[in-house]
T-cell receptor, first 115, second 114 residues
Framework: AQKVTQAQTEISVVEKEDVTLDCVYE???????LFWYKQPPSGELVFLIR??????QNEISGRYSWNFQKSTSSFNFTITASQVVDSAVYFC????????????FGTGTRLQVTL | EPEVTQTPSHQVTQMGQEVILRCVPI?????FYWYRQILGQKVEFLVS????????KSEIFDDQFSVERPDGSNFTLKIRSTKLEDSAMYFC????????????FGPGTRLTVL
């Protein structure tokens, strides 16, 4: 069975601080995919990134970066120089291989960025 | 940019009534999903659908739920006899490829059962 754990329920930072959101996953599959989604206060789910289990390269996109470590089953997300607009709930999710595979979400981390 | 749309944005119903939630997936996508999120909780998988069949369903997706693709564009979720605990945000998602591909989500329908 697959499982995603986001131990941080809520994080508060002051604008311009860096912040890392943790994600730990469990799966028996050797082929799997990891995702991060953002849920702003308006409620929609916005796709941020997808990684497959064979690609452990870290990725950077602007102020966002992701650190995938298979050895620790972690896929952490860092926001550099946080901004108020980053305030949202961030979900990590896992999908195993197979047709129309479901996403298993973590419980989410609520990030509050203040001035 | 193509997007998933859902209607209505908010549905209020009485317990025991039937509701139909509607979704229009991204036009060239072939795989469709429903998820729900009870207020303040995580997003939970309900059902996936491909080639006019259910591919997978969760324990939540019992006989009270059904899905349908009635035409070439819509994808619907029907709850036959709503319960108070069905109150949640329901998200539709779609993806293009068969292997775990990125699922793009609609804005959600907030269902309130009174």
């Amino acid at each position: 069975a697959q499982k995603v754990t986001q131990a941080q329920t809520e994080i508060s930072v002051v604008e311009k601080e860096d912040v890392t959101l943790d994600c730990v996953y469990e799966t028996r599959d050797t082929t799997y995919y990891l995702f991060w989604y953002k849920q702003p206060p308006s409620g929609e789910l916005v796709f941020l990134i997808r990684r497959n289990s064979f690609d452990e390269q870290n990725e950077i996109s602007g102020r966002y970066s992701w650190n995938f470590q298979k050895s620790t089953s972690s896929f952490n997300f860092t926001i550099t120089a946080s901004q108020v607009v980053d305030s949202a709930v961030y979900f990590c999710a896992l999908s195993e291989s197979g047709t129309a595979s479901k996403l298993t979400f973590g419980t989410g981390t609520r990030l509050q960025v203040t001035l | 940019e193509p997007e998933v749309t859902q209607t209505p944005s908010h549905q209020v119903t009485q317990m025991g009534q039937e509701v139909i939630l509607r979704c229009v997936p991204i036009s060239n996508h072939l795989y469709f999903y429903w998820y729900r999120q009870i207020l303040g909780q995580k997003v939970e998988f309900l059902v996936s659908f491909y080639n006019n069949e259910i591919s997978e369903k969760s324990e939540i997706f019992d006989d009270q739920f059904s899905v349908e693709r009635p035409d070439g564009s819509n994808f619907t979720l029907k709850i036959r006899s709503t319960k108070l605990e069905d109150s949640a945000m329901y998200f539709c998602a779609s993806s293009a490829l068969p292997s775990p591909d990125t699922q793009y989500f609609g804005p959600g329908t907030r269902l309130t059962v009174l």
